[in-house]
């Protein structure tokens, strides 16, 4: 299973953007693919978890840091989970990654190559 995340840009502060994340050589995502996620890393900073959707029941949990301003969502027709951000601030600058927990697994086993966000104030 391959993981191609997209979407990254420049945007001004107040701005939205959707993120992408495409899974590949996968088939059917519900078999190989139980939990999407989203996480950031900004410069010298570690790496925070963003949120999470179950791609079967397409439930959702966030980090507290985003809740609100980000979501989640799946279109397992096209195996492509999506985080659209709103209100986006300059503190939101990172690089943006989805990972992927397969079936009866506990940890994030695929993992996309990354997508910058770069937010202007």
């Known amino acids: 299973v391959q993981l191609q995340a997209s979407g990254g840009g420049l945007v001004q502060a107040g701005g939205s953007l959707r993120l992408s994340c495409a899974a590949s050589g996968a088939g059917i995502i519900t078999n190989v693919i139980n939990v999407m996620a989203w996480f950031r890393q900004a410069p010298e900073k570690e790496r925070e978890f963003l949120g999470r959707i179950r791609i079967g029941s397409g439930a959702t949990i966030y980090a507290d840091s985003v809740k609100g301003r980000f979501t989640i969502s799946r279109d397992n027709a096209k195996s492509t989970v999506y985080l659209q951000m709103d209100n986006l601030q300059p503190e939101d600058t990172a690089v943006y990654y989805c990972?992927?927990?397969?079936?009866?697994?506990?940890?994030?086993?695929?993992w996309g190559q990354g997508t910058l966000v770069t937010v202007s104030s």
């Open positions: 990972a992927a927990i397969p079936p009866y697994r506990d940890g994030y086993e695929y």
